[in-house]
């Protein structure tokens, strides 16, 4: 599905220092996989999700999703695959503060030509599944940052694509809350037959995936035995619903 092929990029710290981001990675992402991009902040996963998705261009590699190189896609095509094929949960979330919880989560569907109507009876499950959907008619602005985030996430998934990238999708939960959406996430990988990557920081994340790779000076690496020590098991069942509140 998708591959990275010997991908850099590179940047001019404030300080005028290059520094590599990301450094001559390959990866593939497979159906079915939930794969967490382990390391500490600052250590290129968001940028290598943004590349992964195609809102950056590499400075060398090849960045291709079913054999087809994403820089050389149109504009046109290249903001098409993004609405359709891919689903990016950013770490600000952006959301629209005055809009409520549904009509958020219905943005994405609502671009690709869906009603209103139709878009929000599409994410209704999907904020009812997070936990949420008591809370679908209040405005994001008065939702915690925990039901923010869970917001995004259906946005995310609302359109049905064949790939999710996340960024740090639980750093605003509690471990209990984060367990929950990871083993949500799993679930849809496997129930969907789609590929999802996350990015964290969070050992607990990080054991949850079904792979884990490490980000280290721009390189991947496998995650090294006890890296994730403090983290608990992964969830063996998606809990149903999530809670109301957090």
Same mark, same amino acid.
């Given at each position: 599905?998708?591959?990275?092929?010997?991908?850099?990029?590179?940047?001019?710290?404030?300080?005028?220092?290059? @520094?590599?981001?990301?450094?001559?990675?390959?990866?593939?992402?497979?159906?079915?996989?939930? #794969?967490? $991009?382990?390391?500490?902040?600052?250590?290129?996963?968001?940028?290598? #999700?943004?590349?992964?998705?195609?809102?950056?261009?590499?400075?060398?590699?090849?960045?291709?999703?079913?054999?087809?190189?994403?820089?050389? !896609?149109?504009?046109?095509?290249?903001?098409?695959?993004?609405?359709?094929?891919?689903?990016?949960?950013?770490?600000?979330?952006?959301?629209?503060?005055? #809009?409520?919880?549904?009509?958020?989560?219905? !943005?994405? $569907?609502?671009?690709?030509?869906?009603?209103?109507?139709?878009?929000?009876?599409? @994410?209704?499950?999907? $904020?009812?599944? #997070?936990?949420?959907?008591?809370?679908?008619?209040?405005?994001?602005?008065?939702?915690?940052?925990?039901?923010?985030?869970?917001?995004?996430?259906?946005?995310?998934?609302?359109?049905?694509?064949?790939?999710?990238?996340?960024?740090?999708?639980?750093?605003?939960?509690?471990?209990?809350?984060?367990?929950? @959406?990871?083993?949500?996430?799993?679930?849809?990988?496997? &129930?969907?037959?789609?590929?999802?990557?996350?990015?964290?920081?969070?050992?607990?994340?990080?054991?949850?995936?079904?792979? *884990?790779?490490?980000?280290?000076?721009?390189?991947?690496?496998?995650?090294?035995?006890?890296?994730?020590?403090? *983290?608990?098991?992964?969830?063996? @069942?998606?809990?149903?619903?999530?809670? &109301?509140?957090?």
């Amino acid at each position: 599905m998708l591959e990275l092929r010997g991908v850099s990029k590179h940047y001019t710290a404030p300080d005028g220092d290059r @520094v590599r981001a990301v450094d001559g990675v390959s990866l593939t992402l497979r159906d079915h996989e939930l #794969l967490a $991009l382990y390391g500490p902040s600052g250590s290129g996963k968001t940028t290598l #999700l943004l590349l992964a998705a195609g809102l950056t261009r590499p400075d060398a590699g090849t960045v291709c999703f079913d054999g087809h190189d994403l820089a050389r !896609l149109s504009r046109r095509d290249a903001a098409r695959h993004r609405l359709t094929t891919v689903g990016f949960v950013f770490q600000t979330l952006r959301l629209v503060p005055g #809009l409520t919880a549904i009509d958020n989560a219905a !943005l994405k $569907l609502m671009a690709a030509g869906a009603t209103r109507r139709e878009a929000r009876r599409e @994410v209704a499950p999907l $904020l009812e599944r #997070l936990g949420i959907g008591g809370r679908a008619d209040q405005p994001a602005a008065e939702l915690s940052v925990g039901e923010r985030q869970r917001v995004a996430i259906a946005r995310a998934l609302s359109n049905g694509p064949r790939l999710v990238l996340a960024d740090e999708p639980t750093g605003s939960l509690d471990s209990r809350r984060a367990s929950e @959406v990871l083993a949500l996430l799993a679930a849809i990988a496997a &129930e969907r037959s789609i590929a999802i990557a996350i990015v964290t920081h969070d050992p607990a994340a990080a054991a949850s995936a079904t792979r *884990a790779l490490r980000l280290h000076d721009g390189h991947l690496e496998p995650l090294a035995a006890g890296a994730a020590a403090e *983290a608990v098991e992964p969830p063996a @069942v998606v809990p149903a619903p999530l809670g &109301e509140r957090g």
